[in-house]
Structure formats: C-alpha cells, structure tokens
C-alpha cells in the first residue's frame, strides 16, 4: 500500500510534557504528558470540550502552548525543514479551497516539497479517489473530503500520521478502509495518532488509548489494559433475587435488578457471588461474566469530565 520508511529512532514519536494551553479564563488543556509510539494506533479519546482538537493543533503548531512542551521526533514540529515528510495531519478535512480539483489540490501541496506527479496519483489511487481527482472539492461530500484529506496526509510518505475524526462522513466501507489503512500504517512503523467519538471503530483499531478529560490525562495504557481495568460484572440467575443482594453487600459493590430472578453484580468476583448463593441456600441457575466493553469503560472513566450531559428523563418521557 505505501512505502515502509525506516524507524530512525526511538525518539520517532510524539511527545508531550506538561503541555498547557489557556483561552482567556478557559484552560483547554492542562498540563497534559503523553508519548505516542512508533509501530502502534494510539487512540485519543475524550468528550467534547476535553481538549482534543487543541492538543492536535498543538502538536503539528497551530497552537503555540502556555508552558509545557511537544515533540515529535526529538524536536517541535515547526522546526523540521520538510514538514509533509515528517508528519501527515489531517484536523479539519474541509479546509480546502472549494474551487480547486482534487488533483490540483494535491499538486499544490507537493509543489512545496519537490514531490512529483507520480506520488499524487499513487495517493489518488491509494485513497479510491482516482476517478474524481478532475472533480471541483466544493462539490465534494464530507466522506470525499476525508478520503482527499487522508491522500494529502500520505504525500511525503511521512513516519507520523495524525488524524483528528477521520471517519466522520464516510459510508461503512469507507469506515472500514479506514480502520485497515491506519492498522497497515502502525504496522509499517510509523506513529499513528488517532481521535474518534466511535468507540466500536477504536476498540477495533487503536493498540493505545489516551483519555482526555477537561484538558487532563485521565488515562494512558493499552487497550486492554484500560478495558480490564474496570469493575468486575457478572449476570446472576438465582432462585430468590431479593435474598442474594443483602449477602453481597459491601463498599464498591453494586446489585442491580434486572429481571424478577435476574440480578447484575458489579465488582465482586463471581466465584464470591456463588459461594454466597449457595452458603444462602439459593439455587444458582446462571452466573455469566459480562465483558466490559471500551465503551464502558470510557463511560465510566469521563462521567465526570463531562460538560454537556444529555436529559435522560427528558428522553425517557
């Protein structure tokens, strides 16, 4: 699919140290420290407002942080001599100039670095946007403007990709064309930072997920680590609900009931809810452990860290 540039180091990749940046009376982001890997898709979660977009921005030079410091490479981004060569980044994929093709598009960006003809027609090619490279970007669907903007991204064939939302707007195709490219280009070597509001789409693709809540890093691990981080859950069938919740109760344990016989337990292992069922004298005729998806886990790390939360009543009525 692309070229596999050669890991120059260890020091290929993005770095951030206490990176703090303020908008007014606003803290956008907060002291905030991360490493983003070669070799691996570090996914950047966090609600809206968190302080994504800016860190992204941030990253590449857009924003000039308060104090604090991020690298990518060894160095601040704005110093490196061939930018498309060092980092691909796509943060707004709408940020175009409507009257031009595609293909001219493209052009314009590789003018700058000497890149050739040949390259945008392989990123053209790379991103099925061959057959619309004569076409006017103003026409484009938002879909189109990301397959453009993830082309544009891919001219210098560069070791760090950042991409801010770069499914929205695509068909399920695309979604998944999108998923192979970036897990293809974590394979060859290179940085891939990634941020999603689709937690499906990064429990599949990301092998590193960082949590931004309010402008702070509220977690930094592996996928899996950050999933089995969370409390124990397990689907009780008994035969007398009511008697089984009084004998598992303690601090951080929840009994939630489901159905008249059905009971959900979280945070106790379900070895211990059996023995107590069956200390009780209680027919056991289900204990199901239930898997804690990324999507739970996030819930329940952000509840807090979140500014705009819907009306749950308001949708229930």
Same mark, same amino acid.
């Given at each position: 699919?692309?070229?596999?540039?050669?890991?120059?180091?260890?020091?290929?990749?993005?770095t951030?140290e $206490?990176?703090?940046?303020?908008?007014?009376?606003?803290?956008?982001?907060?002291?905030a420290?991360?490493?983003?890997?070669?070799?691996?898709?570090?996914?950047?979660?966090?609600? $809206?407002?968190?302080?994504?977009?800016?860190? /992204?921005?941030m =990253?590449?030079?857009?924003?000039?942080? !308060?104090?604090?410091?991020v690298?990518v490479?060894?160095?601040?981004f704005?110093?490196?001599?061939?930018?498309?060569?060092? *980092?691909?980044a796509?943060?707004?994929?709408?940020?175009?100039?409507?009257?031009?093709?595609?293909e001219? +598009?493209?052009?314009?960006?590789?003018?700058?670095?000497g890149?050739d003809?040949?390259?945008?027609?392989?990123?053209?090619?790379?991103?099925?946007?061959?057959?619309?490279?004569?076409?006017r970007?103003?026409?484009?669907?938002?879909?189109?403007?990301?397959?453009?903007?993830?082309?544009?991204? /891919?001219l210098?064939?560069? +070791?760090?990709?950042?991409f801010? #939302?770069?499914? $929205?707007?695509?068909d399920? #195709?695309?979604?998944h064309? *999108?998923?192979?490219?970036?897990?293809?280009?974590?394979?060859?070597?290179?940085?891939?930072?990634?941020?999603?509001?689709?937690?499906?789409?990064?429990?599949?693709t990301?092998?590193?997920?960082?949590?931004?809540?309010?402008?702070?890093?509220?977690?930094?691990?592996?996928?899996? !680590?950050?999933?089995?981080?969370?409390? #124990?859950?397990?689907?009780?069938? *008994?035969?007398?609900?009511?008697?089984?919740?009084?004998?598992?109760?303690?601090?951080? =344990?929840?009994v939630?009931?489901?159905?008249p016989? *059905? =009971?959900?337990?979280?945070?106790?292992?379900?070895?211990r809810?059996?023995?107590?069922?069956?200390?009780?004298?209680?027919?056991? +005729?289900?204990?199901?452990?239930l898997?804690?998806?990324? #999507?739970d886990?996030?819930?329940?790390?952000?509840?807090d860290?979140?500014?705009?939360?819907? $009306?749950?009543?308001?949708?229930?009525?």
């Amino acid at each position: 699919m692309c070229s596999s540039p050669a890991l120059r180091s260890v020091e290929d990749m993005i770095t951030a140290e $206490n990176l703090t940046k303020r908008f007014g009376s606003k803290t956008a982001v907060d002291g905030a420290t991360f490493t983003a890997r070669p070799g691996q898709v570090t996914g950047f979660l966090g609600p $809206n407002g968190a302080g994504k977009s800016t860190t /992204m921005r941030m =990253v590449v030079g857009l924003d000039t942080p !308060d104090s604090g410091s991020v690298t990518v490479a060894g160095r601040p981004f704005v110093q490196s001599p061939a930018p498309l060569t060092e *980092v691909g980044a796509l943060l707004d994929a709408k940020a175009l100039h409507p009257g031009r093709t595609a293909e001219s +598009h493209l052009r314009m960006l590789a003018a700058t670095h000497g890149i050739d003809a040949k390259r945008v027609r392989e990123v053209l090619d790379m991103t099925g946007m061959a057959d619309v490279a004569g076409k006017r970007v103003g026409g484009f669907s938002l879909g189109m403007h990301q397959r453009l903007g993830i082309a544009a991204t /891919m001219l210098g064939d560069p +070791h760090t990709l950042i991409f801010d #939302e770069p499914v $929205n707007g695509l068909d399920p #195709e695309g979604v998944h064309w *999108v998923r192979r490219f970036v897990r293809s280009l974590a394979a060859e070597g290179r940085t891939v930072f990634l941020s999603s509001h689709l937690m499906s789409e990064m429990a599949q693709t990301a092998d590193h997920i960082i949590v931004l809540g309010k402008g702070r890093v509220l977690a930094d691990a592996p996928v899996g !680590d950050f999933i089995g981080g969370g409390a #124990e859950r397990t689907r009780v069938r *008994v035969s007398d609900a009511g008697r089984l919740a009084p004998l598992l109760s303690s601090e951080g =344990v929840t009994v939630t009931t489901t159905a008249p016989d *059905v =009971v959900e337990v979280t945070g106790v292992p379900a070895a211990r809810i059996a023995h107590s069922a069956i200390a009780a004298g209680l027919e056991l +005729h289900e204990l199901t452990p239930l898997t804690v998806s990324l #999507e739970d886990a996030y819930l329940a790390l952000t509840g807090d860290a979140t500014e705009y939360h819907s $009306n749950e009543a308001a949708i229930a009525a």
